[in-house]
C-alpha cells in the first residue's frame, strides 16, 4: 500500500436522522431534501453521512415510511440501524427546488419531504463504509477525517 493510499480523507460531513441515512445506502432514497440548496463548494464532490445518536419522534416517521422500513431492513429497524456514526459516502450532485425536480421513484418520495420551498439534493453513488466510523454528529456541515 503506497503512504498516498493510507492517508485519510478529510470529508464534509451531514448529518441525517435514522432511517432516512441507511436508505440512502440501500440505493432507496436518492434525494436529501433541505430547507434550502446545499452549499455549492460540496456540489460535485464526495460528502459523508453521519447518522444521528438517536431516533426521530415516531410523529416524524409517517406509516408510508413505517411500512417501507419494515420491508427494508426488517422488524426491529428502530433499534437495530447504526447510531452516531458515519455510514459512508455520497456524491452530491446539486440542489434542486422541489417544485422543479420529481423524485426518483415513490420509495424516495416517501424517504424525503417534497413540500414546496424546499430543495432536493440528488445523491449518486452510495458507498457504504464496510465498518461505521464513530462519530458524533453536528448541527450543520462538519469535516471529519474518513480512512
Not at 28 to 45: A, D, F, M, N, S
Request: with cysteine.
Amino acid at each position: 500500500m503506497t503512504q498516498q493510499q493510507q492517508q485519510p480523507a478529510m470529508f464534509p460531513v451531514i448529518s441525517l436522522w435514522q432511517p432516512y441515512a441507511s436508505l440512502v445506502f440501500e440505493r432507496i432514497k436518492r434525494h436529501e431534501t433541505r430547507k434550502r440548496p446545499p452549499p455549492l463548494k460540496y456540489v460535485g464532490g464526495y460528502i459523508a453521512l453521519q447518522a444521528t445518536a438517536s431516533f426521530p419522534p415516531l410523529k416524524k416517521i409517517s406509516e408510508e415510511l413505517h411500512e417501507l422500513c419494515l420491508d427494508t431492513f426488517g422488524c426491529n429497524y428502530n433499534h437495530s440501524l447504526p447510531f452516531g456514526c458515519i455510514l459512508g459516502t455520497v456524491i452530491l450532485s446539486g440542489g434542486i427546488p422541489t417544485t422543479e425536480c420529481q423524485p426518483a421513484n415513490n420509495d424516495d418520495r416517501i424517504a424525503g419531504d417534497w413540500s414546496p420551498g424546499r430543495f432536493a439534493w440528488p445523491l449518486s453513488e452510495p458507498t457504504k463504509f464496510s465498518t461505521p466510523i464513530p462519530a458524533k454528529g453536528k448541527q450543520g456541515w462538519w469535516r471529519h477525517e474518513c480512512r
